[in-house]
């Protein structure tokens, strides 16, 4: 099937490729180690080119992602997410849905209190999110007018995430994905939760761990 996607961000370091797998996608290579993405030099950098690429309206539909699509790949999302107003339990449901994929471990909902905890502490949030990753992004150099560029391609059809299929049962989900050939084509389960469709998602996980 063909998810008329343009442009692939990698999130990975340890790539030689210039280019992507998928003949005619436009590459960006925003590379993040995954050690500290509130300090790491590289990480931070690797989340300023990624939104440098997402702000580019020439750019979509976009497809991101890292390793196995969890952590570097989990915490783009969270910037997302947060930007659209989407709830802390929708972001912790998708994020340990990522247990359902073949990840080297186990994730866990209290990953996201701890970058909301961030938020609070130093990016003067308040438990409001979307002014704490606002002033994240605007700390790693994303520029307030890109910030909005993106915030607006992901809510421009309204709160995207009130127009997706809720999906409970994980045979469904695994059905789902192998009809969009993700599956066969080695991304983890959680990368569904990765698509940027021009503000509307495809489908969207519910799923308890």
């Known amino acids: 099937m063909d998810l008329g996607i343009k442009t692939e961000i990698d999130l990975r370091t340890d790539v030689s490729s210039t280019s992507s797998l998928v003949e005619g996608l436009d590459y960006y290579n925003c590379g993040m180690d995954g050690l500290d993405y509130f300090n790491h030099p590289t990480d931070r950098n690797g989340l300023k080119k990624a939104f440098d690429v997402l702000s580019d309206v020439n750019n979509y539909p976009v497809l991101y992602h890292c390793a196995i699509g969890t952590d570097r790949t989990g915490f783009l999302t969270y910037l997302i997410d947060c930007l659209a107003g989407v ?23 209290n990953t996201i209190d ?13 438990n409001d999110l979307e002014v704490g990753a606002t002033n ?56 569904a939760c990765a698509y940027v469709f021009e503000g509307e998602a495809e489908f969207h996980f519910n799923a308890e761990k």
């Open 87 to 109: 709830s802390v339990e929708d972001m912790k449901r998708d994020y340990v849905f990522s247990c359902f994929g073949s990840i080297g471990g186990v994730r866990y909902s």
């Open 114 to 126: 701890g970058y909301i905890n961030k938020f609070n502490d130093v990016y003067h949030a308040n």
């Open 136 to 191: 994240f992004l605007k700390d790693i150099g994303v520029t307030e007018g890109k910030i909005k560029i993106v915030q607006n391609m992901i809510t421009k059809v309204g709160n995207v995430f009130e127009k997706v299929e809720i999906i409970d049962n994980i045979d469904k989900a695994v059905a789902i994905l192998k009809k969009h050939e993700i599956l066969e084509n080695h991304f983890s389960v959680c990368d």
